[in-house]
């Protein structure tokens, strides 16, 4: 089945401290990926996404994701998290179906805490 | 302006009302979508616009009726819901749908609906 997994409900990581949170999919073909990102009682805001050229992707508020065919892997990564970065994030991935359509879904999100 | 606008913020409403969500965006784009979502879950497709036709439909109850005025305009009729409706409901756009799977979504704020 197509989908899109975030094998973790919650990160934490102590401020300063590089954070990951991981993301797999499983599409035929090409997908593109994408990341958001969702703090309490708000929309989702996009953080960044990949649709092809270079694995490693750089969005928002120092962000990057790097994308990984073999391991079928579009991790979100920070090199020094901050306490405002706590928030709600998902992965997720759109590809063509047929000429004109479209599929996508979400992952179930991961709740990313940065402890001061 | 890459802002999404969702009114009202908060809706209280009895079973038996008829309510109506609006959502708007001056983006130009002409995807326009509704989402549910659930307190920390992943947002649900309910239906999606594209060029101020209704292109997929999830299955969702006829108690939800979408409604599509122009190009910068997406309503959601409300009528006889059930308590279990209560949710996060989340408008979002994004450029030409029609065989493009890349271009990101701009999600509103959303609108916290109680089902009483």
């Known amino acids: 089945a197509q989908s899109v997994a975030q094998p973790e409900d919650q990160v934490n990581v102590a401020e300063g401290n590089p954070l990951t949170v991981k993301c797999t999919y499983s599409v035929s073909g090409n997908p593109y990926l994408f990341w958001y990102v969702q703090y309490p009682n708000r929309g989702l805001q996009f953080l960044l996404k990949y649709i092809t050229g270079d694995n490693l992707v750089k969005g928002s508020y120092g962000f990057e994701a790097e994308f990984n065919k073999s391991q079928t892997s579009f991790h979100l990564k920070k090199p020094s998290a901050l306490v405002s970065d706590s928030a709600l994030y998902f992965c997720a991935v759109r590809y063509r179906v047929g000429h004109t359509g479209n599929q996508f879904y979400f992952g179930t999100g991961t709740s990313l805490t940065v402890i001061p | 302006d890459t802002e999404v606008t969702q009114t009202p913020k908060h809706l209280v409403m009895g079973m038996t009302n008829k309510k109506s969500l609006k959502c708007e965006q001056h983006?130009?784009?002409?995807?326009m979508y509704w989402y549910k979502q659930k307190a920390k879950k992943p947002p649900e497709l309910m239906f999606v616009y594209s060029y101020e036709k209704l292109s997929i439909n999830e299955s969702v109850p006829s108690r939800f009726s979408p409604e599509c005025p122009n190009s910068s305009l997406l309503n959601l009729h409300l009528h006889a819901l059930q308590p279990e409706d209560s949710a996060l409901y989340l408008c979002?756009?994004?450029?030409?749908?029609?065989?493009?799977?890349?271009?990101?979504?701009?999600f509103g704020p959303g609108t916290r609906l109680t089902v009483t």
């Open positions: 979002a756009s994004s450029q030409d749908l029609r065989g493009q799977a890349h271009y990101e979504q701009y």
């Open positions: 983006m130009g784009h002409r995807a």
